[in-house]
Nanobody, 122 residues
Framework: QVQLVESGGGLVQAGGSLRLSCAASGSILRINGMGWYRQAPGKQRELVAAITSGGSINSADSVKGRFTISRENAKNTVFLQMNSLKPEDTAVYYC????????????????WGQGTQVTVSS
């Protein structure tokens, strides 16, 4: 069984910062991609940023220059440093990871965290 546990959400004023963390635990052979998605009320879930095991990064244009994704492979953890937050960043943020657990041999499966609320007040 694999779990992703997020932490670090909360309420912050516009212009402030938050740091999200997501730790993967359980039966893990290898973690390939890790990333963060968000879903605002009435909107579809969207990619915020993702990072491969080799460190390649893909991020949404709306967060470039403000958000930074990083990962600590030894601790199976991914971070999202969010600076210069705007009210439009308000959403539930979900951690996502592609993990090889051995359940399907060497095939990876997609795992999601439970979500953490980020609220930015104006």
């Amino acid at each position: 069984q694999v779990q992703l546990v997020e932490s670090g959400g909360g309420l912050v004023q516009a212009g402030g910062s938050l740091r999200l963390s997501c730790a993967a635990s359980g039966s893990i052979l290898r973690i390939n991609g890790m990333g963060w998605y968000r879903q605002a009320p009435g909107k579809q879930r969207e990619l915020v940023a993702a990072i491969t095991s080799g460190g390649s990064i893909n991020s949404a244009d709306s967060v470039k220059g403000r958000f930074t994704i990083s990962r600590e492979n030894a601790k199976n953890t991914v971070f999202l440093q969010m600076n210069s937050l705007k009210p439009e960043d308000t959403a539930v943020y979900y951690c996502n990871a592609q993990i090889v657990s051995g359940i399907r041999g060497f095939l990876e499966d997609d795992y999601w965290g439970q979500g953490t609320q980020v609220t930015v007040s104006s």
